[in-house]
């Protein structure tokens, strides 16, 4: 059993670019959540993906955006990047139905805007 | 604002000592409570979790208490070992809706031989 990873695991970016963060659900599961972790924080949740489409929001605007592929891989994107986007990307896959708030976290992608 | 309060920041207990970690709530429609343990450079991971219907689990040497009249409920570590030192954050979920979590800021524990 293969668990949640992410790509890539650090990335550098200035002001204003765009950037693309990828993650391979847990085998078997088919809800893929993201969360940022600000330095020295807990996690906050962007938005939630369920068969391909978006089934829950947090409070992040909507330069913030994604993807659930039929694999149940997943992407965040984030347009116009500003420094306090800095942060630890998430990824968290579940199986809808089973045990709810179970979350299976990925090590995360390290983005740091400049 | 901040959903779920955590304290402390920090601690630092003694090997085979009781290591307690605090949080409180205000949100009544929460009613999946977990903990999540993180080591650094890796993704949280699912240690313990309860529901508001019963006041108390343990699972080894970890036990959640839960006061759900006074919206609070707590992580104890007994016999705590220099292997838990690692930043702990307790979670709350809502009853319906998304499979989303509202993190505390979470504490740093270290357990000193």
């Known amino acids: 059993e293969t668990g949640v990873t992410q790509s890539p695991t650090h990335l550098i970016k200035t002001r204003g670019q765009q950037v693309t963060l990828r993650c391979s659900s847990q085998?078997?599961?088919?809800?893929v959540s993201w969360y940022q972790q600000a330095l020295g924080q807990g996690p906050q949740f962007i938005f939630q993906?369920?068969?391909?489409?978006?089934?829950g929001r947090g409070n992040f605007p909507p330069r913030f955006s994604g993807l659930q592929f039929p694999n149940y891989s997943s992407e965040l994107n984030v347009n116009a990047l500003e420094l306090d986007d800095s942060a630890l990307y998430l990824c968290?896959?579940?199986?809808?139905?089973?045990?709810?708030?179970?979350?299976?976290f990925g090590e995360g992608s390290r983005l740091t805007v400049l | 604002q901040q959903q779920v309060k955590q304290s402390p920041q920090s601690l630092i207990v003694q090997k085979g000592g009781i290591s307690i970690i605090n949080c409180a709530y205000e949100?009544?429609?929460?009613?999946?409570f977990p903990w999540y343990q993180q080591f650094p450079g890796k993704g949280p991971a699912l240690l313990i979790a309860?529901?508001?219907?019963?006041s108390e689990k343990k699972e080894g040497r970890f036990t959640i208490s839960f006061n759900k009249s006074a919206k609070q409920f707590s992580l104890h570590i007994m016999d705590s070992q220099p292997g838990d030192s690692a930043t702990y954050f307790c979670a709350a979920k809502p009853g319906t809706g998304a499979n989303n979590l509202f993190f505390g800021t979470g504490t740093r524990l270290t357990v000193i031989p």
């Open positions: 085998s078997g599961h088919n809800t």
């Open positions: 993906y369920y068969r391909e489409e978006e089934n």
């Open positions: 949100n009544t429609a929460f009613d999946y």
């Open positions: 968290a896959s579940s199986l809808a139905g089973t045990r709810p708030g179970e979350l299976f």
């Open positions: 309860i529901r508001p219907d019963v």
